[in-house]
C-alpha cells in the first residue's frame, strides 16, 4: 500500500512541490507573526527553511540538487528551476509603472545606481577575499550582494556553479534580514520619515522583502515607496549583473 501510495507521489511530483511549497509559506508566517513580530518577514524565513532542506536532502543522497534528488520531491528541480524564477522576475517587472519612480526626481535615480553599485563592489570584494579568482563567481556573488534574486538570474546567465549560486542566495538573504532588522534602528538617525526618504531607502538598499518589513516596523504608510524602488533595483541588478557587471570583472580579472 506504501509502495502504491509513494508511487503515485512520484509521478505526481511537482503537485508534490506545490504543497512542500506552500506549507514552508504556512508555516514562515506563522513563525513570523508568532516569533518576530512581523519584524522578520516569512519570506526570508521559508528561504532559511528551502536552504535547510536542500542542505539534508543532497546530504541524504548524495546528490547535487538538493531535495530535489529524492525522488518523491522531483518536481522541487522544476518549481525551482530558472524558468520559472524568470517568469516571476518578468511578472513582477510588468507590475511597474515607470511615472511612480520619477516621483522621487533625481536622488531617487542615483539611489538605485549607486545602491546596485555599491552593493556589488562589496559582494564582489568578499568573494575575492575568500579566494575566488574566476570572473562567474565574483560576478555572481557580487550580484548575490544586491539580491537573492539577482544572485541566481547572474550566475545562470554567465555559467557559474550551483555552489555559487547558492552563496548569491545565501549573501542576498542575509542581507535582507540585517535590513529588516536594522531599519526601525536606523530610521530616526538617516530621516527615514516620509515618502520621498522612503523611495531613496528602498533604492540604496534594494531587497524588496527586507525594506518592505524594515519599513513596516517603522512607519506601515512608508512601505509602498520603499517597496516600489526596491522592485526597480531588482531589476536593474538582473540587467547589469550578468552584462556590464561581469564584463567588467572579466577585464578586471583578465
Known amino acids: 500500500m ?17 504543497v512542500v511549497v506552500a506549507v514552508i509559506m504556512i508555516v514562515s508566517g506563522w513563525l513570523s ?37 529524492i525522488a518523491i520531491f522531483g518536481g522541487m528541480a522544476l518549481l525551482g528551476g530558472s524558468m520559472l524564477r524568470d517568469f516571476a522576475i518578468v511578472a513582477t517587472a510588468y507590475g511597474i509603472d ?4 520619477k516621483r522621487s526626481g533625481l536622488p531617487g535615480a542615483l539611489s538605485l545606481i549607486i545602491g546596485v553599485v555599491l552593493s556589488f563592489i562589496v559582494g564582489a570584494g ?20 544586491a ?13 557559474a556553479s550551483e555552489t555559487v549560486i547558492a552563496l548569491s542566495v545565501a549573501a542576498g538573504l542575509v542581507k535582507s534580514v540585517l535590513v529588516m532588522i536594522g531599519t526601525p534602528f536606523a530610521a530616526k538617525l538617516i530621516g527615514l520619515n516620509n515618502p520621498k526618504s522612503a523611495m531613496i531607502y528602498g533604492g540604496l538598499m534594494g531587497t524588496t522583502s527586507g525594506v518592505a518589513a524594515g519599513l513596516a516596523a517603522t512607519d506601515e504608510r512608508l512601505v509602498p515607496y520603499g517597496a516600489m524602488t ?14 556590464v ?8 580579472t583578465g
Open 2 to 18: 506504501l509502495d502504491a501510495v509513494v508511487s503515485v507521489l512520484e509521478d505526481l511530483d511537482l503537485l508534490v512541490a506545490f
Open 33 to 69: 507573526k508568532t516569533l518576530t513580530k512581523g519584524r522578520l518577514q516569512a519570506s526570508a524565513i521559508a528561504i532559511v527553511l528551502g536552504l535547510v532542506l536542500a542542505y539534508f536532502g543532497g546530504l541524504a543522497t548524495g546528490g547535487k540538487k538538493g531535495i530535489s534528488d
Open 98 to 101: 515607470v511615472r511612480e519612480l
Open 126 to 145: 568578499v568573494a575575492l577575499a575568500f579566494g575566488y579568482r574566476d570572473a562567474e563567481s565574483i560576478a555572481t556573488m557580487g550580484a548575490g550582494a
Open 147 to 159: 539580491t537573492y534574486i539577482v544572485g541566481p538570474v547572474t550566475g545562470t546567465a554567465v555559467g
Open 230 to 243: 526596491a522592485t526597480f533595483y531588482t531589476g536593474l541588478g538582473c540587467l547589469l549583473g550578468p552584462s
Open 245 to 252: 557587471f561581469y564584463l567588467a570583472v572579466r577585464a578586471f
